[in-house]
C-alpha cells in the first residue's frame, strides 16, 4: 500500500469518470451515501443535485460531506475527500458544469443534451471545498 500526494489524489480522481461515493449526515446522525458523477475546478469538486433530495438537505443543515472515489480492479487504489458544500442556482454556471460534467461521463457527443437536461430550476450546482484529502493505491500490495 502506497499513501498519495495530494497532487497524485487529483490525478487519480481525474484519470477516468469514476462514480464519486458521497457521503452526508441525516438530521438524526445516520450516514446517507449516494453515487455523483462530478468534475473539478481549480480546488473545488463540482457536481449537480435536485434542490428536494435527501443529499441536498443534509447539506443545507450541515454542509460537510465525504467523498470516495475507488478503483475497484486490482491492485484496487482510493481517494476520499473531506469538506465543505455550497450550493448555487446560477442557471449560467449551471448550465456549463452541467454540460462538462455529462461529457466526462457520457461523452462529448450527449454533453450538451445532458448539460440541458440538468440546467433547469430547482437543479443546484454544488461545490465541495476540500478540507482533506487522502488516498493510497496499491492496496492489494502487488
Known sequence: MR???RAECWDFMMARAHTGKLATVRPDGRPHVVPI???RDG???VFTTWHTTV???NLRRNPLASLCVDDE???FAYVRVDGLVAFSDDLEQLRHWATRIAGRYMGAAQAEAFGNRNAVAGELL???TPTIIVGEDDIAGW
Do not use: C, H
Request: hydrophobic share 45%.
Open 3 to 5: 499513501r498519495l500526494t
Open 37 to 39: 458523477w462530478f468534475e
Open 43 to 45: 480546488e473545488q469538486i
Open 55 to 57: 443529499k441536498t438537505a
Open 73 to 75: 480492479a486490482p491492485p
Open 126 to 128: 454544488a461545490r465541495l
